[in-house]
């Protein structure tokens, strides 16, 4: 297997958007995909663009991708790499591409000094805890982590 990461570019909005939705509907949430061809190239190719992408492919095949972003530790005083997003179709799984992926990012986040590689993971999702587990990674049990969106986001915002 010849397993190689590039940079994504613009014109792979389409096949993230493939890929987006492939890991939404295994994620049991197809549904919830609102991101276009049009959307991920500006959100994700525009200049001000604070994430970046990466596309695995396995013998000259797209195999995956993943969408990461540098945010910041105030108690390391460091930058640290955030994953979004790390997905392998089906099809490729078992031959190496996740590792070889993860082993990429965490090499971008020693590159850059960051004191974190961190990502989030479902619950459920038990073959990736299992997978996380066996690369070293381990769970933060003692954070819980909160999202507002849509309505009570905008609600909350006016309320000032």
């Given at each position: 297997m010849n397993?190689?990461?590039r940079p994504a570019h613009r014109e792979d909005a389409a096949l993230i958007l493939r890929f987006i939705t492939e890991l939404a509907i295994y994620e049991k949430a197809g549904?919830?995909?609102?991101?276009?061809?049009?959307?991920?190239?500006?959100?994700?190719?525009?200049e001000d663009s604070p994430a970046r992408a990466l596309i695995c492919e396995v013998n000259g095949e797209a195999a995956g991708y993943a969408v990461y972003f540098f945010n910041y530790?105030?108690?390391?005083?460091?930058?640290?790499?955030?994953?979004?997003?790390?997905?392998?179709?089906?099809?490729?799984?078992?031959?190496?591409?996740?590792?070889?992926?993860?082993?990429?990012?965490?090499a971008i986040a020693v590159e850059n000094r960051c004191g974190r590689f961190e990502w989030s993971v479902l619950?459920?999702?038990?073959?990736?805890?299992?997978?996380?587990?066996?690369?070293?990674?381990?769970?933060?049990d003692e954070w819980v982590r909160y999202r507002m969106s849509g309505s009570p986001l905008r609600d909350f915002a006016a309320s000032t």
């Amino acid at each position: 297997m010849n397993i190689t990461i590039r940079p994504a570019h613009r014109e792979d909005a389409a096949l993230i958007l493939r890929f987006i939705t492939e890991l939404a509907i295994y994620e049991k949430a197809g549904d919830q995909v609102a991101a276009t061809v049009a959307s991920i190239e500006a959100s994700l190719f525009g200049e001000d663009s604070p994430a970046r992408a990466l596309i695995c492919e396995v013998n000259g095949e797209a195999a995956g991708y993943a969408v990461y972003f540098f945010n910041y530790s105030t108690w390391q005083a460091k930058k640290g790499l955030y994953l979004e997003d790390l997905y392998i179709s089906p099809a490729m799984r078992g031959v190496g591409a996740g590792k070889y992926m993860l082993q990429h990012l965490a090499a971008i986040a020693v590159e850059n000094r960051c004191g974190r590689f961190e990502w989030s993971v479902l619950d459920w999702n038990q073959p990736a805890i299992d997978f996380y587990l066996s690369i070293g990674a381990a769970p933060q049990d003692e954070w819980v982590r909160y999202r507002m969106s849509g309505s009570p986001l905008r609600d909350f915002a006016a309320s000032t």
